[in-house]
């Protein structure tokens, strides 16, 4: 019998909750400042301590229903807590944390019930993996004889005529220097582009290495982009359907005849081959395959997978656990993210700053009297980064288990980046995805948020191939610091450049009153 990643069952109710998996997740992280005997505590600040025994204790004591409307002021004050940490301490804080996500949730396969952090590490490295359950590759080639040689941007919708279009050369600096000028990117996106659009060959970004999608359908995702590019290797993972086989035939159509497209198959119970994996499902099975890709390459692991609800913590589990099983095995291995701003998150105060500067001057008449509605703490100081502010960009709306996934995904990456991995972790924009778009509430914000400069929803070519492009460049240019961890004045800081945030680090006002 074989089941996929599930939350564990509450012993005091026999039911499953998410609520009370969620809370011991935030409070074991919360336990790396606590804990007497690491090697860090003695040079900890005591209030820092005390800080963290008072935040736990209130994660612990909230009832769980209240926690679905609670969590954020909780989550915004464990975020401050580890960006006011010293860096050891801000590791453990996430090592610990996902430690204890990943030991939680569990897996079964022939009978037997484990933690999902077991059977995925454990299986391919003792070879306990099913025979059965094992995946094979189907391999795809392009049959076109055209490929990209310039870089190209979609370009921003201001007419009709511009769905479709793409941007090449000094038109997509252009653009985004009038993105940075705008406020909707950071300065540092748009010099990084640069280096992207200049590039005359861009097949060397490609060449020596296999792009791993975890989540290859993904509107904001590479593929439409890696694809394209004259020699990509790139090794597609998402769910059997409609969607990978689109994929499949796009990339036999669309594709130069260089690219290669790996997809992991196997046999159903009739023999028929099924294209495809299911991270929640297969991640085990999946590790195993994915560590045996192209051994003289190096992997980039792209971790994109979204779902609905709690299924987007577990598929998070199920790709967190791929990435860990093969960047311990495959040590050149780089990882890379679509961070989400509506996280608690660190940010520069040259963009506050900024934003401040240009929102006196020139934010519209009728929104002045909108700066009196707010109460609350949309930013906070960290004294100890005197050169950063906490931004809680947590929405009521998306609920704790969206910020405990894309928080643990921001976890991984400052680990990972700490063992010497390269790491891309760049925030996107809020794009106009058909995930998006389906929720009347964050398509209403999606066009809402146009109104108030310098707020900006990208459709998705333009979002899409912007980090794309930003994710080449970490994993290819040692200027980034997703190469050096030893760039960072701290692991949050990883965050921070190249992040294309969509406005919100320069108007956080209205972003709280449009929530």
């Not at 499953?16 to 790396?32: E, N, P």
């Not at 985004?176 to 861009?202: F, K, L, R, T």
């Not at 990882?335 to 509506?342: E, K, M």
Request: proline share 6%.
């Amino acid at each position: 019998m074989v089941g996929g990643i599930e939350w564990p069952v509450d012993p005091k109710t026999g039911k499953v909750s998410t609520t009370t998996s969620g809370k011991k997740v935030w409070i074991s992280s919360l336990t790396a400042l606590t804990d007497e005997t690491a090697d860090y505590h003695s040079s900890l600040d005591p209030s820092l301590v005390n800080e963290a025994l008072t935040l736990s204790n209130k994660i612990e004591q909230m009832p769980n229903k209240s926690w679905r409307h609670g969590y954020i002021p909780l989550l915004v004050d464990h975020a401050s807590l580890m960006a006011s940490s010293p860096p050891a301490a801000a590791i453990e804080m996430s090592k610990r944390g996902l430690d204890e996500l990943n030991s939680l949730m569990t897996i079964e396969r022939d009978g037997q019930v484990s933690s999902a952090k077991d059977a995925v590490l454990l299986s391919g490295a003792s070879g306990t993996t099913n025979d059965n359950m094992s995946f094979e590759t189907v391999s795809v080639t392009g049959s076109g004889t055209s490929s990209l040689e310039k870089y190209e941007l979609g370009a921003p919708r201001k007419t009709p005529s511009d769905v479709g279009r793409f941007l090449t050369g000094e038109e997509i600096k252009a653009q985004m220097n009038a993105w940075a000028n705008y406020g909707c990117i950071e300065p540092s996106c748009a010099v990084s582009m640069s280096s992207i659009a200049d590039a005359d060959g861009i097949s060397s970004l490609v060449n020596d290495k296999v792009f791993v999608l975890l989540g290859a359908t993904s509107a904001l995702g590479p593929m439409s982009t890696l694809m394209k590019i004259k020699g990509a290797t790139i090794a597609a993972i998402s769910r059997p359907g409609t969607k990978i086989q689109a994929l499949i035939e796009r990339v036999k159509k669309e594709s130069p005849d260089s690219v290669n497209a790996s997809f992991p198959s196997r046999k159903d119970a009739d023999g028929g081959v099924v294209i495809g994996a299911d991270l929640i499902q297969d991640a085990p099975e999946l590790a195993d395959w994915v560590v045996k890709l192209f051994p003289n390459k190096q992997l980039v692991l792209c971790c994109m997978t979204y779902l609905d609800g709690e299924k987007n913590v577990r598929a998070s589990v199920g790709s967190d656990l791929i990435c860990e099983y093969v960047c311990e095995k495959r040590k050149d291995t780089a990882l890379s993210y679509l961070v989400s701003p509506a996280t608690a998150h660190l940010a520069p105060a040259s963009a506050l700053e900024d934003g401040k500067v240009k929102n006196a001057t020139n934010i519209p008449f009728w929104q002045r009297p909108l700066s009196f509605v707010l109460n609350g703490p949309e930013t906070k100081n960290i004294h100890t980064l005197p050169n950063y502010f906490l931004f809680n960009g947590l929405a009521d709306f998306q609920g704790p288990n969206y910020a405990l996934a894309k928080t643990s995904q921001q976890w991984r990456a400052m680990l990972a980046h700490s063992k010497g991995h390269t790491v891309s972790a760049n925030h996107g924009p809020p794009s106009r995805t058909d995930s998006m778009v389906s929720h009347s509430t964050v398509s209403t914000f999606l066009e809402g948020m146009q109104s108030f400069p310098p707020l900006v929803a990208f459709d998705v070519a333009p979002a899409s191939t912007l980090m794309a492009a930003l994710m080449l460049w970490d994993v290819n240019f040692s200027e980034s610091t997703a190469q050096s961890y030893d760039k960072l004045e701290h692991p949050m800081c990883l965050f921070v450049e190249n992040a294309a945030h969509g406005g919100s680090w320069r108007y956080v006002k209205i972003i709280y009153i449009l929530f």
